[in-house]
């Protein structure tokens, strides 16, 4: 694949804490790093993102009296999926990887930040109004085209590549470069909807 001067590498939520070994671990996290770093050095801009938590966030099952791990809240702006305490702001489990070339990332953006808001997509929260201006950051800077890579596929993959599409962004998901938690099925379902919003599938070796 041709890559331009508008391609972006948007790198989600590479963190220690979804790598093996960490409070919200996906399964292989860590074999998304090498495509990632390989792509870093071709795709002519590369933007990454950190889930990043305050403590006692609304979507860790801890601050929902009675609930566990993986259960479903009803939250003010409707269902959220109860997880372990993760990617707490300042904490180790919320670095990124150390293995993650981040040299020429020229935005890392951050996000879940609000105490009572989730926000899986790059673009905007969980309650669907609060944006996380990402958007507009990449429009200003007349980027176009994003190739999607990192953790974890089902979830802020997903979210954010579906809304990136309904922004007007041409999508790919390096599937290589990605790796899905896979609650109840969860993983075959986002890349049924990604098909269906027009986002596309590539391999990182298509970019050598
Ligand atoms: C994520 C669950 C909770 C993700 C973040 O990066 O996919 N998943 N927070
Ligand atoms: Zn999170």
């Given at each position: 694949?041709?890559?331009?001067?508008?391609?972006v590498?948007l790198?989600i939520d590479?963190?220690n804490?979804?790598?093996p070994g960490?409070?919200?671990?996906?399964?292989?996290?860590?074999?998304v790093?090498?495509?990632?770093n390989r792509l870093?050095e071709?795709?002519?801009?590369?933007v990454l993102?950190?889930?990043w938590h305050p403590?006692?966030?609304a979507?860790?099952h801890?601050?929902?009296?009675?609930k566990a791990?993986y259960?479903?809240?009803?939250l003010?702006?409707?269902e959220q999926?109860l997880?372990?305490?993760?990617?707490?702001?300042?904490?180790?489990?919320a670095?990124?990887?150390?293995?993650?070339n981040?040299?020429?990332?020229?935005?890392v953006i951050?996000?879940?930040?609000h105490p009572?808001?989730?926000?899986?997509?790059?673009f905007l929260e969980?309650d669907?109004?609060?944006r996380?201006?990402?958007?507009?950051y990449?429009?200003?800077?007349?980027?176009?085209?994003?190739?999607?890579a990192?953790?974890?596929t089902?979830?802020?993959v997903?979210?954010s590549?579906?809304d990136?599409?309904?922004?007007?962004?041409?999508?790919?998901?390096?599937?290589d470069?990605?790796r899905g938690?896979d609650l109840?099925?969860s993983?075959?379902?986002a890349?049924?909807?990604?098909?269906?919003?027009?986002?596309g599938r590539?391999?990182s070796?298509?970019?050598t």
């Open positions: 694949m041709h890559l331009t001067s508008t391609d590498l790198v590479v963190q804490d979804f790598l960490g409070a919200l671990a996906v399964p292989e996290g860590d074999a790093i090498a495509p990632i870093a071709r795709v002519p801009h590369v993102t950190q889930d403590p006692g966030h979507s860790f801890g601050s929902h009296p009675g791990p259960d479903i809240a009803d003010h702006y409707g999926v997880w372990p305490e993760h990617c707490v702001q300042g904490t180790r489990g670095e990124l990887a150390e293995g993650l981040t040299e020429r990332a020229e935005l951050r996000k879940g930040y009572g808001i989730d926000s899986y997509s790059a969980a669907r109004r609060t996380t201006g990402l958007t507009g990449l429009a200003e800077r007349g980027l176009k085209r994003l190739l999607l990192g953790l974890a089902d979830f802020c997903l979210w590549a579906l990136a599409r309904r922004d007007g962004f041409e999508v790919f998901v390096v599937e470069a990605v938690i109840d099925g993983l075959a379902r890349w049924d909807a990604m098909e269906r919003a027009g986002v590539v391999e070796a298509a970019f």
